[in-house]
């Protein structure tokens, strides 16, 4: 409760539950949870493995400093006070979380010091706690991650890539791993669905929004866990620099997918999405086709394909090079790549038609026919690809007009081989 002034005198209101947590941070402000010293705790209580692990990966990390050639003769106690996990030789909570042993996570306050990777659509749940050096690997191989293909209408080939990127997943965890707000005593939560991953962890981004860091120009100012994230950093599972974020997003624009987002975050907890397909088909293109689009504008298209609201200046800016088409608020990606570059006749002859119309004539030769083979499909399009390809190049398109049909389909409908080789013919496969 907290006293409210008024005419008629001073009344009681009830303090919301974020102001609450508002103040109770303003009070410990300057304290950092993770340096704390832990009671009681030995280098007994830390994994040997671990150790190990940790010792890799500052020697890796710092390779050019002058004294990198000492670090295989440092101490285990030395190289845990150089790395900034231990302090002064004492154990600190950061050195529980990263390299404790699984029965020492009860010596950490609330003992809540977990990660679990969760299924809802298979009712599948894992959990994994300390050492982190080593199990936020164990989570990332946990992730379903086959590889899934693209058919871009100006590639002869599909082009094919995991659906997620590993360093993409790790960077995510690690980050969550650094920036929860251990005092809620909660857990971080990888949620495997569909398609996307969501990372959630308790507690809000901290230093300004995340969007500021996805063009690598800001440098974070404040941690809520410093020692903890200096240790991170020291050890190569963190950058301090403010590129981690901006480097995730470089990483799917090259994977012509999604950028990764924080959508869903709120004062209470923060949330990271990784996205494993496409939302947009004409967004993809627009990356494979205009590698050259500076990553601002590609930040903005990626907020158009998701529907989300983009300024005044940056929508003028996107439709003057014209990549985005409609009516404020209802923006969608634009379908017309050449428009950006002024071609557009040079590019229906060079390039040819949509694959969509291409599909759509050969789902409708066989319904017709019932039955097709690779020949009469041939006969049917060679005439009508781009002059821009050679003829061992159309061969290749049109086969991958069937491969695309079988796998993914069109509408609904997908196709099926009915036997293999020459002799083989093509139906329309029954549900």
């Known amino acids: 409760m907290t006293r409210r002034g008024s005419d008629d005198g001073d009344s009681l209101v009830e303090l919301r539950p974020d102001r609450l947590r508002g103040i109770l941070t303003e009070l410990i402000a300057g304290q950092d949870w993770s340096a704390e010293l832990v009671p009681g705790a030995t280098a007994a209580d830390l994994d040997p493995a671990a150790i190990v692990k940790a010792r890799e990966k500052f020697a890796a990390k710092h390779q050019q400093e002058r004294w990198a050639s000492e670090i295989a003769n440092w101490s285990t106690e030395e190289f845990l006070n150089r790395a900034k996990i231990t302090l002064h030789s004492q154990i600190t909570r950061t050195a529980l979380l990263l390299l404790g042993l699984p029965q020492s996570v009860g010596l950490l306050p609330g003992s809540t010091a977990e990660i679990t990777w969760k299924v809802p659509d298979e009712r599948i749940a894992k959990h994994f706690g300390p050492p982190f050096v080593l199990t936020t690997t164990e989570v990332g191989q946990h992730i379903r991650n086959p590889n899934i293909k693209l058919f ?15 360093q993409v997943i790790l960077e995510g965890l690690h980050n969550c791993l650094a920036h929860q707000d251990y005092e809620q005593a909660g857990r971080i939560v990888v949620l495997e669905t569909a398609g996307r991953l969501r990372l959630s962890n308790p507690g809000n981004f901290v230093d300004g929004k ?8 800001r440098t974070p100012s404040v941690y809520r866990n410093n020692w903890l994230a200096l240790a991170m950093n020291n050890i190569g599972m963190i950058d301090k620099g403010g590129y981690g974020i901006r480097d995730m997003v470089v990483s799917q624009r090259k994977r012509y997918l999604p950028l990764p987002d924080y ?22 293109r627009m990356l494979i086709e205009r590698s050259d689009l500076p990553l601002e504008q590609v930040i903005w298209l990626d907020r158009v394909q998701k529907k989300h609201r983009i300024g005044d200046d940056q929508a003028t800016v996107l439709r ?3 990549l985005i088409e409609g009516r404020k608020p209802n923006f969608f990606v634009s379908a017309h790549v050449a428009d950006a570059t002024n071609t557009r006749p040079e590019y229906t002859r060079n390039k040819g038609l949509d694959d969509h119309y291409y599909k759509t ?7 017709k026919f019932k039955s097709v083979s690779l020949s009469e499909v041939k006969a049917l399009l060679l005439a009508k690809l781009p002059d821009s390809l050679t003829p061992r190049q159309k061969q290749a398109k049109v086969k991958n007009l069937l491969s695309s049909l079988r796998m993914s389909g069109l509408d609904g409908q997908k196709i099926v081989a009915t036997q293999q080789g020459k002799g083989g013919r093509w139906e329309i496969l029954k549900p």
């Open 320 to 322: 003057k090079a014209k």
């Open 361 to 367: 004539l050969i789902l409708q030769h066989i319904k």
């Open 152 to 166: 871009p209408t100006t590639e002869l080939l599909a082009i094919e890539l995991p659906r997620y990127d590993t």
């Open 263 to 284: 959508e869903g975050s709120t004062q209470a907890e923060t949330v990271f999405n990784i996205y494993g397909q496409q939302i947009d088909e004409n967004y993809s």
């Open 210 to 217: 995340p969007e500021d860091y996805f063009t690598g120009d």
